[in-house]
């Protein structure tokens, strides 16, 4: 089993104010082990220091104020680990599943009211959760205001699922900046087609986490993804979100500083107001909070 490095665990703090609000839109918490046991056919050990306890100290440092949880697949879909988290934040935290297609209502109608606003697909039906069962677990949740976070392998993958995606009629976000690479970039013809989506598509919301996975010239700046994601955020700046991704658990590349990944934004929406939109009014839209 591949045992994944440790978070940061000494960040630096963001060398701007972020807003009242701020929210890190995508996070995975894991253990302790002895009372949250990971699936046996998990693709990695989480390390040990990427408690709730421990993403809290990072949470302070970056002054965030609000947050994602997001299950990670070390759980599979027993999502009592988030649960319990987010009734310890007490309304500051929301989450979002992963489901079993098999789960019963009442189980569903926890999540719910414990502050879950959506689960996660992969395209194509990987990872065991099919487009059926997603338009089964739609047709289940109507009424809980959810919406679908959606994970494509490459951006023509993500341009593919919005038809499916937008027959669902509810708010569906893709992760992964879209997969959008430095090779990406305005005149091309997949990337076109991604931001054409994004201005069109009422339903569509997109994540900025991840692009330090992209990114060939790597830390501290991450200069190679500024001018894909200053493209994208132009083309729907309201419907723009981050993410930490912490603990990094199952990266490539090496584990990054969080203040490095808050500080990108200073590159890639250098307008304070469109930084706060990404930060704190469009995750308080998307997820449920109010202003």
Same mark, same amino acid.
């Given at each position: 089993?591949? +045992?994944?490095?440790?978070?940061?665990?000494?960040?630096?703090?963001?060398?701007? @104010?972020?807003?009242?609000?701020?929210?890190?839109?995508?996070?995975?918490?894991?253990?302790?082990?002895?009372?949250?046991?990971?699936? =046996?056919?998990?693709?990695?050990?989480?390390?040990?220091?990427?408690?709730?306890?421990?993403?809290?100290?990072?949470?302070?440092?970056?002054?965030?104020?609000?947050?994602?949880?997001?299950?990670? *697949?070390?759980?599979?879909?027993?999502?009592?680990?988030?649960?319990?988290?987010?009734?310890?934040?007490?309304? *500051?935290?929301?989450?979002?599943?992963?489901?079993?297609? =098999?789960?019963?209502?009442?189980?569903? +109608?926890?999540?719910? &009211?414990?502050?879950?606003?959506?689960?996660?697909?992969?395209?194509?039906?990987?990872?065991?959760? %099919?487009?059926? !069962? %997603?338009?089964?677990?739609?047709?289940? %949740?109507?009424?809980?205001?959810?919406?679908?976070?959606?994970?494509?392998? %490459?951006?023509?993958?993500?341009?593919?699922?919005?038809?499916?995606? /937008? *027959?669902? @009629?509810?708010?569906?976000?893709? &992760?992964?900046?879209?997969?959008?690479?430095?090779?990406?970039?305005?005149?091309?013809?997949?990337?076109?087609?991604?931001? @054409?989506?994004?201005? /069109?598509?009422?339903?569509?919301?997109?994540?900025?986490?991840?692009?330090? +996975?992209?990114?060939?010239?790597?830390?501290?700046?991450?200069?190679?993804?500024?001018?894909?994601? +200053?493209?994208?955020?132009?083309?729907?700046?309201?419907?723009?979100?981050?993410?930490?991704?912490?603990?990094?658990?199952?990266?490539?590349?090496?584990?990054? !500083?969080?203040? !490095?990944?808050?500080?990108?934004?200073?590159?890639?929406?250098?307008?304070? @107001?469109?930084?706060?939109?990404?930060?704190? !009014?469009?995750?308080?839209?998307?997820?449920?909070?109010?202003?």
């Amino acid at each position: 089993m591949r +045992q994944v490095k440790p978070p940061n665990p000494n960040p630096h703090a963001p060398r701007f @104010k972020l807003p009242a609000g701020a929210c890190d839109t995508h996070l995975h918490i894991y253990g302790p082990f002895d009372r949250y046991p990971l699936v =046996a056919e998990r693709g990695y050990d989480p390390d040990p220091h990427s408690t709730l306890d421990d993403y809290l100290r990072t949470h302070r440092a970056l002054g965030l104020e609000r947050a994602v949880i997001v299950t990670g *697949s070390g759980n599979g879909t027993n999502n009592r680990i988030t649960l319990d988290a987010l009734k310890r934040m007490n309304g *500051s935290f929301k989450a979002v599943a992963l489901l079993n297609p =098999a789960i019963t209502d009442a189980d569903l +109608q926890e999540l719910k &009211d414990g502050g879950f606003t959506g689960f996660r697909i992969k395209s194509h039906g990987r990872g065991g959760f %099919t487009y059926e !069962d %997603t338009k089964r677990m739609v047709a289940r %949740t109507q009424g809980f205001g959810w919406h679908i976070e959606f994970t494509p392998q %490459t951006v023509a993958d993500a341009v593919a699922g919005v038809p499916f995606l /937008n *027959s669902l @009629k509810l708010p569906y976000l893709f &992760d992964h900046v879209a997969e959008a690479e430095p090779h990406h970039h305005p005149g091309e013809r997949e990337f076109d087609e991604l931001v @054409k989506i994004l201005q /069109n598509e009422e339903n569509i919301w997109l994540n900025l986490y991840s692009f330090y +996975q992209q990114s060939e010239s790597g830390a501290p700046s991450y200069s190679d993804m500024v001018e894909v994601i +200053q493209a994208l955020i132009a083309a729907r700046p309201d419907h723009i979100v981050w993410g930490s991704n912490w603990p990094h658990a199952s990266i490539k590349v090496a584990t990054p !500083d969080d203040g !490095d990944l808050l500080d990108f934004l200073l590159a890639a929406a250098p307008e304070e @107001k469109t930084r706060n939109a990404i930060l704190a !009014d469009n995750p308080a839209k998307l997820y449920g909070w109010r202003k």
